[in-house]
């Protein structure tokens, strides 16, 4: 039993690679259109519990949870992308030679790379549905220019478009204001509280700021494990947070 109002329960999750647990015991909920920023130092464990979670990584012991019933330890990496968790990764990785359109057409098929997406004829409503999602991302107006040719926070806002064709209930973004201007930094924060509420969304960045604009609860991950786990004005303030970023 998960408790019932949870979208993901990981419970005593460990991770170890030759001996070293990058995860240890790592217990964590988040509730359904919670908007939760995952911090701490290189090193803490965030990209690995991203990979629990879209099962990229299996973990030694513990539990993983989406929804009620999906017990992701045991589910393939695409059978847990179907079952609606996506994520966006660090670094884009949209088609330059496409435009945004079509770059949200190529999302929608299958594994990502394949050209006969673009040969699918598309629905007046799915249509729709890409130009509506271009419009939450800030980008209706360059649906037409080749993503090549988009500044580097627009191929950030497209990726995220791209990663919402698969209607994902729990999103995973990972660094996602890297490298952008302070503008784009603020126009991110904006979206990524846009998405919360229809969608649950767990952001891991390391700029304070943006988080201070974002976050209602901020965990604190330090080896493998959560070190604080509360509202960000608490944690800014928590002696052990401090001391583990002066020592970084
Ligand atoms: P973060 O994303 O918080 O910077 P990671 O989850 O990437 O941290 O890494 C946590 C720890 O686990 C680090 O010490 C890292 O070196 C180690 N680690 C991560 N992946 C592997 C791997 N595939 N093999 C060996 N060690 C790894
Ligand atoms: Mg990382």
């Not at 509730?31 to 965030?46: D, F, H, Q, S, V």
């Not at 998405?195 to 952001?203: F, I, N, Q, W």
Request: hydrophobic share 40%; glycine share 10%.
């Amino acid at each position: 039993d998960t408790g019932g109002k949870h979208i993901l329960y990981m419970e005593d999750v460990t991770v170890s690679f030759d001996g070293f647990k990058a995860l240890n015991d790592l217990t964590l909920y988040i509730e359904p259109g919670e908007l939760r920023c995952i911090i701490g130092p290189n090193g803490a464990g965030k990209s690995t519990m991203m990979d629990v979670i879209t099962g990229k990584t299996r973990p030694d012991t513990g539990v993983c949870y989406f929804g009620q019933t999906l017990d992701l330890t045991a589910m393939s990496e695409t059978d847990i992308a179907t079952a609606g968790i996506g994520r966006k990764f660090q670094k884009p990785t949209v088609f330059p030679e496409h435009t945004a359109l079509e770059n949200l057409e190529l999302a929608t098929a299958g594994p990502k790379g394949t050209w006969h997406a673009l040969l699918k004829p598309v629905t007046g409503e799915q249509r729709d549905w890409m130009a509506s999602t271009l419009d939450t991302v800030g980008l209706l107006g360059e649906r037409d220019r080749l993503a090549g040719a988009l500044s580097h926070g627009q191929k950030q806002w497209l990726e995220i478009a791209m990663v919402l064709m698969q209607k994902p209930e729990l999103l995973l973004v990972d660094e996602p204001i890297a490298g952008m201007t302070r503008q784009e930094v603020e126009r991110t924060a904006e979206l990524l509280q846009g998405l919360a509420g229809e969608h649950s969304v767990m952001v891991v960045e390391h700029d304070m700021e943006f988080i201070r604009s974002i976050a209602n609860t901020v965990t604190v991950l330090h080896q493998g494990s959560v070190l604080a786990e509360s509202s960000m004005q608490q944690v800014q303030n928590d002696p052990r947070v401090i001391e583990v970023y002066l020592g970084e």
